[in-house]
């Protein structure tokens, strides 16, 4: 499996492996994000695009925006590699702390990030469009 810098021409693998969940952004959300100069990502392959993962930079602090894994592939290490290779880039790009949401419910996805050290931080209420809380992780560099 590689791991690889996420480009515009990426933009309909994201789309439309996210089609699915309710809270995914479309194709213009994406560019948009893209042009604004502070949005990035990986794209795990391996034969095929497999997932991604992307987070936006704001001076000394980073936001993942969104992971994906084919479920395929799921429990097979592609999530916790991008979330390995976020952080090496946040921290290469000079970035203090990554803060991240993740629903409640989900709880491989909370238990990968806190092995890779993040923690909570606080709750959103009603955060996701179907009325779900959201747990907000921080991780400090």
């Known amino acids: 499996m590689i791991i690889r810098t996420l480009n515009k021409s990426d933009i309909?693998?994201?789309?439309?492996?996210?089609?699915?969940f309710p809270d995914a952004?479309?194709?213009n959300m994406l560019l948009s994000a893209f042009n604004a100069g502070?949005?990035?990502?990986?794209?795990?392959?391996?034969?095929?695009?497999?997932?991604?993962?992307t987070y936006s930079v704001n001076i000394d602090t980073a936001d993942l925006q969104d992971i994906f894994v084919?479920?395929?592939?799921?429990?097979?290490?592609?999530?916790?590699?991008?979330?390995?290779e976020f952080i090496n880039a946040a921290k290469l790009l000079g970035v203090k702390?990554?803060?991240?949401?993740?629903?409640?419910?989900?709880?491989?996805?909370v238990k990968l990030y806190e092995k890779a050290g993040f923690a909570f931080l606080s709750e959103r209420k009603k955060y996701y469009s179907d009325g779900e809380n959201a747990l907000v992780l921080i991780k400090e560099l």
């Open 12 to 20: 309909p693998f994201l789309v439309a492996a996210r089609r699915s």
């Open 25 to 27: 952004w479309d194709e």
């Open 38 to 53: 502070n949005f990035y990502g990986f794209i795990a392959e391996d034969g095929e695009k497999v997932g991604f993962l």
């Open 70 to 84: 084919a479920e395929k592939r799921r429990k097979t290490g592609v999530g916790k590699a991008l979330v390995l």
């Open 97 to 109: 702390k990554l803060f991240l949401e993740v629903r409640e419910s989900n709880t491989p996805a």
